[in-house]
């Protein structure tokens, strides 16, 4: 069995992410330029040593439990490769358990991490790190964007997983809503039912036409484009403040939504004018509702996903 050479150091950047933007769910993703950033050193000293600073770093294992570090060691050995020593320093922006693509950044940093530190021969590119954390991960419509960055669209078919980047309208801003709870994805996909109605699934699929159709080219029909059918009444108990600021903010004429699983919300905006005006009602809804606490951001959509710096 290969051995992976210590002494490496290397940077991995990879960003937040949206997914479903409504009633795309399972399907459209997003990037967003919140990066969590892992510095990753091979060692001949035996064992893993994790450190953390943001997101995660009193609650999260520093060994070789720790999700990034067990994935790499688990990568490396599906392949065939000994590992060697690993010492981890894990710079955590994106939040945990809001919907923002904290796991699949965790998935997509590890393995895009476990690839450079292989030998350059044996090293494969961003499709093979695409379809390894999209099996890690079990669905693609996060990893996507993670990988490939902007807009993207993701399927699954017999011979795994794909998707294609789309066309953004280059009016279009993102605001997002974090609050100060968490939810989990496995939580939120609890409160899906089995089926639904033959006529909202056809009322969806026609939403996501249009909606596909208004980020690339007529922002102005974000707001019926973003009607969902499929999942967010359903999860809406599970996070009534985050309900409660999407109803607000579409009663106003803007296009919000729940971020992935929830509870983040996300606003797609036409335009920076409407973006500081979406930001501006959060903050004076909340002022309104002080059960819940909300951070505001207004990120750019980086038009390409992980990158791997040699240090």
Same mark, same amino acid.
């Given at each position: 069995?290969?051995?992976?050479? /210590? ?14 933007? @409504?009633?795309?769910?399972?399907? !459209? $993703?997003?990037?967003?330029s ?10 001949? =000293? ?21 999700l990034?570090?067990?994935t ?20 955590n922006?994106?939040?945990? $358990? ?12 590890? #393995?895009? /991490? +476990?690839?450079? #530190? #292989?030998?350059?021969? +044996?090293?494969e ?6 379809? /390894? ?6 669905h ?9 960055g ?9 011979? @795994?997983?794909g998707?294609?980047? @789309?066309?953004?309208?280059?009016s ?14 496995h939580? /939120?996909?609890?409160? !899906?039912?089995?089926t639904v &109605? ?10 996501? @036409? ?11 029909? #974000? !707001?019926? $484009? ?10 809406a ?5 985050s ?11 803007h296009?919000a ?6 509870p ?8 920076? =004018? ?16 002080r ?7 207004? &990120? ?12």
């Open positions: 069995m290969a051995q992976i050479q /210590a002494g490496q150091t290397i940077a991995v950047h990879v960003p937040a992410t949206t997914a479903n933007l @409504g009633p795309g769910f399972d399907v !459209l $993703g997003m990037a967003l919140v990066f969590d950033t892992l510095v990753v050193h091979t060692v001949a =000293e035996p064992g893993v040593v994790v450190m953390m600073t943001g997101e995660g770093a009193d609650t999260l294992p520093t060994d070789e439990t720790h990034i570090a067990k790499i060691l688990e990568r490396w050995a599906e392949l065939g490769y000994e590992a060697c020593g690993l010492r981890l320093e894990a710079t922006r994106i939040p945990h $358990g809001r919907g923002m693509g904290s796991s699949a950044a965790a998935m997509v940093s590890a #393995l895009a /991490a +476990a690839n450079a #530190l #292989l030998p350059a021969d +044996a090293q590119g961003l499709e093979e790190i695409f379809q /390894a954390s999209a099996r890690w991960e079990g693609p419509d996060n990893v996507a964007p993670a990988v490939f902007g807009l993207t669209l993701s399927w699954v078919d017999g011979s @795994g997983f998707t294609l980047n @789309g066309v953004l309208h280059e279009i801003v993102p605001v997002i809503a974090i609050p100060d709870v968490e939810l989990s994805t939580a /939120a996909r609890g409160l !899906l039912p089995e &109605p033959h006529a909202l699934a056809a009322a969806n699929g026609g939403r996501v @036409g249009l909606l596909i159709h208004a980020l690339a080219h007529e922002p102005s029909a #974000l !707001l019926l $484009g973003t009607e969902d059918f499929l999942h967010q009444s359903f999860r108990p599970a996070m009534a403040p309900a409660a600021l999407i109803a607000h903010l579409r009663s106003l004429g296009a939504v729940v971020s992935g699983a929830g983040t919300v996300l606003v797609l905006c036409a335009g920076t =004018e409407e973006a500081e005006t979406v930001a501006r009602t959060i903050a004076e809804h909340a002022a309104n509702h059960e819940t606490s909300w951070r505001v951001q207004i &990120p750019s959509v980086p038009q390409s996903g992980v990158r791997v710096e040699v240090l």
